[in-house]
Structure formats: structure tokens, C-alpha cells
């Protein structure tokens, strides 16, 4: 979905066909959460992390199931995908405080200051710009 957003947004036309009777495939059933270190919409809900910490989290929890290359490029590259989308006045993120599944992990978010009043989280979450949880000036911190 995303990138056919991003496609439409650029100018290219797109079309975006579901498998099931629902839109949003496993998303849907996920509640749509991720977690991309760094982000602006970290930063603004007070989660100031450095990307090491979040590196040598990250490849503690996800270990050898994909390649280090591929690791780097996500830790490296995610939050611009957040950052871009943020862009379109339209769209926005949020921390939602939901656990972490890998607390006991080195560097997870429960050791991190603020953990209390984030829950435990890193995890963001989109919204469209008329919801009313949005909150004043258009960004909300922590839910």
C-alpha cells in the first residue's frame, strides 16, 4: 500500500489489488505497528535513541535471519521512509504505548528513560490528518 501511495504521489499511476475481501492484507489483523529507529515521530514523542543503540537491538532480536546488508539498510534508511510520508500534510505517525515483544533484549525500549509514559514502545502507527486524536498543532507524542 505504501508504495503504491508513493507511486501515486509521484506522479505515476497505480492500482492496488487485495487478495481477501478486506484491504490491508496482514496489516490489517496487525493493527498496521513498526518500528523504524530515529524517526521524526520518534523524536517528537520524546524517544531520543542513538542509532547504535538501535542497531545493537535490532540485530540481537532479528539475529541471523537476514543479511547484515539488508539490516543496515533498514536501520539506515527506515526513518526516511517515515519522514517522507510525513511530508504530505495528510498523513502523520504516532507512538502508540504498546509493549515490546523483546524487552529482556539489550537496548529495548524498557530500559530507555521515558519507558513509563511511552509504554514500553517504539512502535508507529499512521493516521489521517482529520482524526481528532490528532492533537494540537497536527502532531501528537505518546497515546
Request: charged share 25%; net charge neutral; glycine share 10%.
Amino acid at each position: 500500500m505504501t508504495g503504491a501511495y508513493t507511486a501515486g504521489r509521484e506522479g505515476l499511476s497505480t492500482i492496488l489489488v487485495e487478495s481477501s475481501d478486506r484491504f490491508g492484507g496482514t496489516t490489517a489483523y496487525s493493527g498496521g505497528g513498526m518500528w523504524f529507529p530515529c524517526s521524526a515521530a520518534l523524536k517528537r514523542a520524546g524517544v531520543h535513541e542513538e542509532l547504535a543503540d538501535a542497531a545493537e537491538y535490532y540485530k540481537e532480536v532479528v539475529g541471523t535471519r537476514t543479511s547484515p546488508v539488508l539490516q543496515d539498510q533498514y536501520l539506515t534508511t527506515g526513518r526516511k521512509v517515515i519522514d517522507y510520508l510525513e511530508e504530505d500534510s495528510d498523513l502523520f505517525f504516532v507512538i502508540y504505548p504498546w509493549a515490546d515483544y523483546y524487552e529482556r533484549a539489550a537496548k529495548s525500549p524498557a530500559h530507555r528513560p521515558r519507558a513509563a509514559e511511552c509504554g514500553h514502545s517504539r512502535r508507529s502507527q499512521s493516521k489521517a490528518a482529520s482524526d481528532p486524536r490528532r492533537g494540537a498543532g497536527g502532531r501528537t507524542a505518546c497515546r
